[in-house]
Every structure is written in C-alpha cells, then in structure tokens.
C-alpha cells in the first residue's frame, strides 16, 4: 500500500513567490481577486503561531515587526467612487 504522506517536500512558498504572482493578477477582475485571496489564507493558515508572534517585547525589533505605531504613508484614492485605500510598510 502506497503511503501519501511520504511524499517528497517541496520547497517553501515565500512572499517573493506571492509577490511574483499577485504581479501578474489583475486585482479588478473576480477570478484574479478570489485567487489572490485564497493564495493570501492558504499561506497565512499554514504559519506556526510562533512565527506571527514575538516571543518577548526585548526581542521587538522594528524593523521585522509591525507595531501599533505604524502610521500610514500615503492616502490613494482608488476609483471614481471616492474609495480611499491607505498605505504602509509592513516588514
């Protein structure tokens, strides 16, 4: 009997292979957006909880962590309709 979970490991999906995807999705169309949106929970789901949390406020370090003072940079208004989206840096 053949066991499916001997299988060979693949290697890590990375942000950069996320950003080189959403890249070349078009955000305005349905499809793009729902696959955009399910790559973003598959990815998120599969992360430890040790590795969104810092494990103790003397390892903060600004630039690797988000924190409360991340003020946006920049306001966008995105369509005719008066959307605004804001913007900033998350490390």
Known sequence: M????CRAKHPPVTIDA???VFDNLDLTLPFDAAVCAVALVAFWCCC???ELIIQSPNLFDPLKHVSCAAAPSAFIL????????AVFHIP
Request: glycine share 6%; hydrophobic share 30%; net charge negative.
């Open 2 to 5: 053949h066991d499916t979970a």
């Open 18 to 20: 996320l950003c080189i």
């Open 48 to 50: 430890h909880l040790g």
């Open 78 to 85: 995105q369509n005719q309709e008066q959307t605004c989206a």
